[in-house]
């Protein structure tokens, strides 16, 4: 549970319940050294000598040498455990999580008296709120403490409330770092690093007594008793040391208690439950008949893998991934992390920080399609600070302008390359890929003076850099060097098995993204057209994509083999999702190439690589295949070690296994479905473009598409019934269905270009579906007003 800053997991026990809690700005480390390597820029040239001589391997030695430090760890804030004292053996156990209302309920009866707890997470109050009660008058009896493998200390506030006391590590080495000998470091001379935090808890009660001491608070004879969390740390900005000139963390956790318990409990309760239905409710999805099915999570889930049908155990996924994102990042708050903000390890895999390389985008990939555009603010906030710190990491290690992200992250806000296999670490094309989410949050809402003001400076600098950053190769070709496909090896024609080598298919992509994001929305602004003329320029002169002798999108420069051909990543098919270089309706031999690549792929991998293929799959329109992904992505597992290759799929309480837990998965997996039931990035929106003959039929409310649409889609026998457009800034909508609908005065056959600016083609060429859908096309033209809603029917 969450409410984007604060989190909470409920385990549900009976006698000794843990709730485990975090705080989503509670890190180790602090500012961070923008230039931890200054030698890094000279070895630039030597670098791109080796690759031009084809001496992948010296060029691979060099580029460890231009790498920095280490991001630090989203790190735990602690636990609540709730000890009852029972006599006697529970009876009818249940426990929920409700995602209507974001409500958890854990009841169990013993010798006669039945006994409650609620838990929810206020974003609202800012406070954790747990209600313990029991059927029988006076037969509460708990002690409620507080813990944290952080240093932190307990004590008293008052009769009724307990406070926890802590400090982040100053520095935690992430945890794929065996060697080091002091992995923690608590300690920074200098009180910089290493940031406060403070967990209080309140007990409010009618009856019964409630006292406190160091061991936590104590409650007896009670009937009913709410306990009110609110926790608070000294981060205070990523340039700010958080020790020494952090925020009072104390006055915070306080002033949120304050204000909450002054609340009574249904006021808490209502308030947060209104607040996160205002976003939970604006989409629902029905697939087929939903089932009476009343089993628990864990077996419906074991059913479900081993091949029972059950669509609306596939809806629920899909609505659970907009619940998760929703309890984990909230506007004015940091993004939702590789675990979301659910995290118990000091040493979390991979830091739980954000990687770039694809990690941090998946987990916003829907968020703007599944209707939640406000949420998507955190990452956009993150990107304008990164664009300071990647500055001078342009600057340090390329002396180039602009800014420019390598492949991890975190609240700090670290930019430079890790240290570690250059497969990963040197990537400097993190910032182009961010980028396409400042786009994307302006065409699905058209906000030109976020365009203006926040989104195209940050999306021009990105390019200014790309543009630094692109050199020629012996035929005049623009191309990255070095480069990576992260984080594949391949095979050259000697034998050498490498990372680093020149222009991969991902860079280009990426650039040529950015570069056409930026003419567009310089157009849109009408600014800097000799600047805009210089990128058509040198986007022409990209290295292009490449079909490989075996039909396949080329990963690489050359037609190598890789090391793993059925690696975890498809870095090379970013054209095709999420980007929009390759569709089936614009570039059809690149779509096949693409579908080759898949093929030989093939479909395991982690949870999110699953997760990344149902959206690919989506975007090929192969709603069969796509759906075979969703049905692998929720194969029960209970595999908790890193598995990178064949581990993917999902834990009884319907989070991602990478293995191990890791958010991304469920992002990606709720994506993915919007992906096959709407897509609006080709010129047109598309109704139900991959629907999987499972899905036969079914109903979706408020589904996003560019341009400020809202869609709601009626489909049976596997064909579209009704279709409801909801336009907010107005403008034609052209819409693509695979039957024909029945024209009125506003909804017309499709003709000529479609004359909406937000589906302005980018290939150069109008959309050709009939040419090459293998089912039959409809395009309808309908005049839209500002405001309106239209119910267009088939025939
Ligand atoms: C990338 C992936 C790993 C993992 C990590 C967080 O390095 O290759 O599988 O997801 O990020």
Not at 229 to 249: I, M, Q, V, W
Request: glycine fraction near 8%.
């Amino acid at each position: 549970m969450g409410n984007g800053r604060l989190g909470a997991m409920v385990f549900g026990r009976v006698e000794e319940e843990l709730i485990q809690l975090n705080e989503e700005t509670l890190w180790s480390g602090g500012p961070v050294n923008t230039n931890p390597n200054p030698l890094a820029v000279s070895y630039l040239p030597e670098i791109r000598k080796a690759l031009m001589a084809e001496n992948y391997e010296a060029a691979e030695k060099l580029a460890s040498k231009m790498q920095g430090l280490f991001t630090e760890s989203y790190e735990p804030l602690g636990d609540l455990i709730i000890k009852q004292t029972l006599s006697g053996e529970p009876v009818d156990y249940y426990r929920d999580l409700d995602i209507s209302n974001a409500v958890s309920t854990t009841r169990f009866t013993v010798d006669g008296v039945a006994y409650r707890r609620e838990v929810f997470v206020s974003a609202p109050d800012q406070v954790i709120v747990v209600r313990l009660s029991a059927s029988k008058k006076n037969a509460l009896n708990f002690t409620a403490k507080t813990q944290s493998p952080l240093f932190a200390k307990n004590s008293v506030i008052s009769t009724s409330e307990i406070v926890m006391k802590g400090q982040a590590p100053s520095h935690t080495v992430p945890s794929y770092m065996q060697s080091m000998e002091i992995p923690v470091v608590y300690n920074d001379p200098s009180h910089c690093k290493g940031m406060r935090f403070e967990l209080r808890v309140k007990a409010m009660s009618e009856d019964g007594k409630i006292t406190t001491d160091d061991s936590g608070l104590h409650v007896t004879d009670a009937t009913e008793v709410v306990l009110y969390l609110s926790a608070a740390t000294s981060y205070n900005g990523f340039e700010r040391c958080p020790d020494e000139d952090g925020k009072d963390e104390s006055k915070l956790a306080e002033n949120y208690l304050k204000g909450a318990s002054a609340k009574s409990y249904d006021k808490l309760k209502q308030d947060h439950i209104t607040d996160y239905q205002q976003y939970f409710n604006r989409v629902s999805l029905t697939l087929n008949t939903p089932s009476s099915l009343n089993i628990p999570l864990d077996e419906r889930l074991e059913l479900y893998t081993k091949g029972a049908k059950d669509t609306g155990l596939e809806a629920l996924y899909f609505q659970f991934g907009r619940y998760l994102l929703i309890s984990s990042s909230r506007p004015g708050g940091i993004p939702a992390n590789l675990q979301g903000i659910w995290n118990n390890h000091v040493r979390p895999p991979w830091s739980s920080n954000y990687t770039t390389n694809i990690n941090a985008e998946m987990n916003y990939w829907m968020v703007e399609t599944a209707n939640l555009s406000e949420l998507h603010t955190p990452l956009l906030d993150l990107i304008q600070r990164l664009a300071i710190t990647g500055k001078a990491a342009a600057e340090n290690y390329y002396n180039a302008p602009g800014w420019t992200v390598h492949h991890n992250t975190d609240i700090w806000a670290t930019t430079s390359p890790m240290s570690g296999s250059p497969s990963w670490a040197n990537w400097p094309v993190g910032g182009a890929w961010l980028c396409l989410h400042l786009w994307e949050h302006y065409q699905f809402n058209g906000d030109k003076k976020y365009l203006s003001e926040i989104a195209y400076p940050l999306m021009k600098d990105a390019a200014l850099f790309c543009k630094a950053w692109l050199i020629e190769d012996k035929n005049g070709r623009l191309v990255t060097a070095p480069s990576t496909s992260p984080e594949n090896f391949f095979i050259t024609e000697s034998g050498y098995k490498g990372s680093v080598s020149v222009a991969t298919t991902m860079d280009m992509s990426l650039i040529w993204d950015l570069f056409t994001n930026v003419i567009l929305a310089s157009e849109v602004l009408g600014v800097d057209a000799e600047f805009r003329n210089e990128l058509i320029e040198k986007k022409a002169k990209l290295f292009p994509l490449q079909i490989g002798k075996k039909g396949n999108l080329q990963e690489w420069y050359k037609d190598w083999e890789d090391v793993e051909p059925q690696h975890r990543h498809i870095s090379h098919l970013y054209g095709l999702f999420p980007g929009r270089q390759i569709t089936p309706f614009t570039t059809p031999q690149f779509a096949n190439a693409a579908k080759k690549t898949l093929e030989l792929r093939g479909d395991g991998g982690t949870g999110w690589s699953k997760g990344w293929k149902i959206n690919v799959w989506a975007r090929l329109h192969d709603g069969n295949h796509a759906h075979k992904l969703i049905r692998e992505q929720l194969t029960l597992t209970g595999v908790e070690g890193t598995n990178y290759a064949n581990g993917g799929g999902t834990y009884p309480n319907l989070l991602d296994a990478h293995p191990p837990f890791q958010i991304d998965g469920n992002f990606g997996g709720t994506s993915g479905m919007t992906e096959m039931l709407l897509q609006s990035h080709d010129g047109v929106i598309h109704v139900l473009p991959a629907l999987p003959d499972e899905w036969a039929s079914g109903k979706v409310i408020g589904l996003k598409a560019r341009g400020g649409f809202t869609l709601d889609i009626e489909w049976r026998d596997g064909k579209v019934t009704a279709v409801k457009v909801k336009s907010a800034l107005g403008g034609t909508c052209r819409i693509l269905v695979h039957e024909p609908l029945r024209t009125t005065s506003s909804l017309v056959k499709a003709k000529g270009e479609n004359k909406n600016v937000f589906y302005k083609p980018v290939q150069g060429q109008a959309v050709t579906p009939s040419a090459a859908s293998t089912k039959p096309a409809y395009q309808y033209d309908l005049t839209t007003v500002a405001g309106m809603e239209y119910t267009l029917r088939g025939k």
